[in-house]
């Protein structure tokens, strides 16, 4: 469900926002990162995501964000649990008057070509490990998936 502006923004000014990233990789290892068109985190490298809406159980919330996201039909099963993760930026998508918190479940899976791009980002590139992780314009949070072990 989406709110209207000024709704929306009393939220994100009062509570933090549950979301979904994608950790993609495909066959050969690369994750695939967008260019955030929007705020927070305009201009950087960050891997695709949404949020979740109110009544909308995490499944369903999964499935909707990789189809807008990415173009593709996955459910939450075809993907490996990654972990929760926290995100504080300073601005917020209207403004830089408030910050924003998003409590991130992340999920990884594994596709090797996407078939749209959408209006949060300005392109898709896939990027090595080692290049994503020595790029200043990917952004830290996104650079947090890959530091730990086993990634």
Do not use: C
């Amino acid at each position: 469900m989406f709110l209207d502006n000024n709704t929306f923004s009393s939220i994100i000014q009062n509570t933090p926002l549950i979301s979904i990233d994608l950790i993609v990789k495909n066959k050969q290892g690369q994750i695939l990162l967008g260019k955030r068109l929007n705020k927070p985190a305009q201009n950087f490298w960050f891997v695709p995501g949404g949020r979740v809406f109110k009544d909308e159980i995490l499944s369903d919330a999964f499935t909707r964000t990789v189809k807008e996201e990415l173009g593709i039909n996955l459910k939450k099963d075809d993907a490996r649990f990654y972990g929760v993760y926290e995100h504080f930026y300073d601005d917020n998508v209207f403004n830089n008057d408030f910050s924003t918190h998003y409590i991130v479940l992340a999920h990884e899976i594994q596709i090797n070509d996407i078939t749209k791009t959408n209006n949060q980002h300005s392109q898709y590139k896939w990027f090595d490990k080692d290049k994503l992780l020595n790029d200043n314009n990917v952004h830290k949070y996104t650079k947090d998936y890959f530091k730990k072990e086993n990634t």
